[in-house]
């Protein structure tokens, strides 16, 4: 399939669309959520940030590793597992939950068909104001929904937890190598796009099993579930010892969008993705951003206190 023709924003006005946003926003959760842990604390995080986010539709992305032998089998079990967290919530009226693509993109600019792409498009165009779609999963969906309607990239900003900090040596992390025709996309239709860096950022975000039990532990159902969760990933990766912890990578996304204070970012000039995941800076693009710290305190006492409130 030939390249889409993307709508031009112009710099003037894609940098103003990627200013952190004043007040409270529309916001579509694209999410791998049974991929392992961090998922499900960023999912109940956005429910929670009700004084900034309004969460219009959770969607579920592909993902495949362990817990799933294909990327629909991890859309599956993603869509069952925000079902989960919503009940264990206790939330009267949640936000719908959309299935995404059952596979990755196969050819270039060739969408992946599915309610959670069909969505996004619809969202993005209902209001004059912006949709923030937050991706912290293989970006599938988001592209799709871009391949299937250009025009809504003047209608929103993707807030993605994907590659690492421009620095590091190449971006084959988990979520930007699944679907690599996905991520290439995204980076080149010249959607806004901010950018939460996995290792040189949200890697700060490291907690243990003995924080989150004495945060947690005992605070409510869905804090009793995050420990045993948290539990269940120690006896399987840190084999039970002392010292092991895990980074929560997509609370990030949300902390970005709740304070930029805890999030600073830069715009920069967008990389193209090479097919080996390393970044092409050879010809001048559009821009984007990128945070390139973030404050772990103030992210962590925020994230607690809501869970022990729920």
């Known amino acids: 399939m030939n390249q889409p023709v993307w709508p031009d924003m112009g710099v003037v006005r894609l940098e103003e669309r990627l200013r952190h946003p004043q007040g409270r926003v529309r916001m579509v959760l694209d999410t791998d959520t049974f991929n392992e842990v961090d998922d499900q604390f960023a999912l109940a995080y956005s429910l929670l940030s009700t004084e900034k986010l309004d969460v219009e539709a959770v969607t579920a992305a592909p993902f495949c590793n362990w817990n799933a032998a294909s990327p629909g089998e991890g859309m599956e079990k993603s869509y069952h597992e925000i079902h989960k967290i919503y009940e264990l919530m206790g939330i009267s009226s949640p936000p719908p939950v959309y299935r995404g693509s059952d596979r990755y993109m196969e050819a270039s600019y060739q969408p992946v068909h599915s309610e959670a792409a069909e969505t996004i498009v619809k969202r993005a165009l209902a209001s004059p104001n912006p949709l923030y779609v937050v991706a912290i999963g293989a970006i599938t969906n988001v592209a799709s929904a871009i391949a299937l309607n250009p025009d809504i990239i003047s209608n929103v900003v993707v807030v993605w937890l994907g590659p690492n900090t421009r620095s590091w040596q190449n971006h084959r992390i988990f979520n930007v190598s699944q679907d690599y025709l996905a991520s290439r996309l995204i980076y080149g239709c010249g959607v806004p ?3 939460l860096p996995c290792h040189g950022v949200a890697s700060h975000l490291l907690t243990t099993p003995y924080e989150v039990d004495a945060c947690l532990g005992g605070a409510n159902r869905l804090c009793d579930y995050f ?19 895990k980074v929560l990578w997509d609370v990030s996304t949300v902390a970005w969008l709740l304070s930029e204070s805890w999030a600073p970012a830069s715009v920069q000039m967008a990389p193209s993705l090479t097919p080996d995941f390393t970044y092409d800076f050879s010809s001048p693009r559009h821009v984007y951003k990128e945070v390139y710290s973030i404050d772990r305190s103030a992210v962590f006492m925020d994230l607690f206190g809501k869970l022990r409130a729920c």
């Not at 420990?227 to 912890?245: D, I, V, Y």
């Open 227 to 245: 420990c045993q969760l948290f539990h269940g990933r120690h006896a399987r990766f840190g084999q039970n010892k002392m010292g092991w912890s």
């Open 193 to 195: 796009l901010v950018i």
